[in-house]
T-cell receptor, first 113, second 114 residues
Framework: ETGVTQTPRHLVMGMTNKKSLKCEQH?????MYWYKQSAKKPLELMFV???????ENNSVPSRFSPECPNSSHLFLHLHTLQPEDSALYLC????????????FGPGTRLLVL | QKEVEQDPGPLSVPEGAIVSLNCTYS??????FMWYRQYSRKGPELLMY????GNKEDGRFTAQVDKSSKYISLFIRDSQPSDSATYLC??????????????FGQGTILTVHP
């Protein structure tokens, strides 16, 4: 595997379910990011981790819970989501946490029923 | 007012046309400007980046930044059907509390038809 991978690629869940999204980067980077991409809206930064430490939480509701066990893996735990949370969730990584090029994964398409 | 404004299109052009994609922004602290390309069912990939004002050319692509007008552009010459994608502008301040925080435009959907 190369670059940034995300699983699952598609997810359908009910509002009472609990699920997790997984991201893995194979680039030796130190910073990882979660973004939300909704139709006709700009990408919204959700969380930033730099050297496994969370450095940014962009006022994200607590029903989204990130976890970064090491610099290569990032999770987004989901529980009691709302239909408006349906979107493409993108993971990205960069060498550091600055302006460097961010490399994106293919995303997880989430549908909340 | 949104921090970054980008015309969502869609934009449809014939093969070989010159394409102009634009973004305006309101935050004068933005110093790094990027263009990402996103194909259907894929994540965004970095196409070009520039620092501060000026032009940058890479093959058929030219990025321009005019900080005095808070306006950036991406030009695609001799457009090809393979250029059909969504183009996202993104920008970042240098250092400070926004370290690593890219602000994106809405994205412009481009279709180049043969």
């Amino acid at each position: 595997e190369t670059g940034v991978t995300q699983t699952p690629r598609h997810l359908v869940m009910g509002m009472t379910n609990k699920k997790s999204l997984k991201c893995e980067q194979h680039l030796g980077h130190n910073a990882m990011y979660w973004y939300k991409q909704s139709a006709k809206k700009p990408l919204e930064l959700m969380f930033v981790y730099n050297f496994k430490e969370q450095t940014e939480n962009n006022s994200v509701p607590s029903r989204f819970s990130p976890e970064c066990p090491n610099s290569s893996h990032l999770f987004l735990h989901l529980h009691t989501l709302q239909p408006e949370d349906s979107a493409l969730y993108l993971c990205a990584s960069s060498q550091g946490g600055g302006w460097e090029t961010q490399y994106f994964g293919p995303g997880t398409r989430l549908l909340v029923l | 007012q949104k921090e970054v404004e980008q015309d969502p299109g869609p934009l449809s052009v014939p093969e070989g046309a010159i394409v102009s994609l634009n973004c305006t922004y309101s935050n004068s602290a933005f110093q790094y400007f990027m263009w990402y390309r996103q194909y259907s069912r894929k994540g965004p990939e970095l196409l070009m980046y520039t620092y501060s004002s000026g032009n940058k050319e890479d093959g058929r692509f030219t990025a321009q930044v005019d900080k005095s007008s808070k306006y950036i552009s991406l030009f695609i010459r001799d457009s090809q059907p393979s250029d059909s994608a969504t183009y996202l502008c993104a920008m970042n301040e240098a250092g400070g509390t926004s370290y690593g925080k890219l602000t994106f435009g809405q994205g412009t959907i481009l279709t180049v038809h043969p």
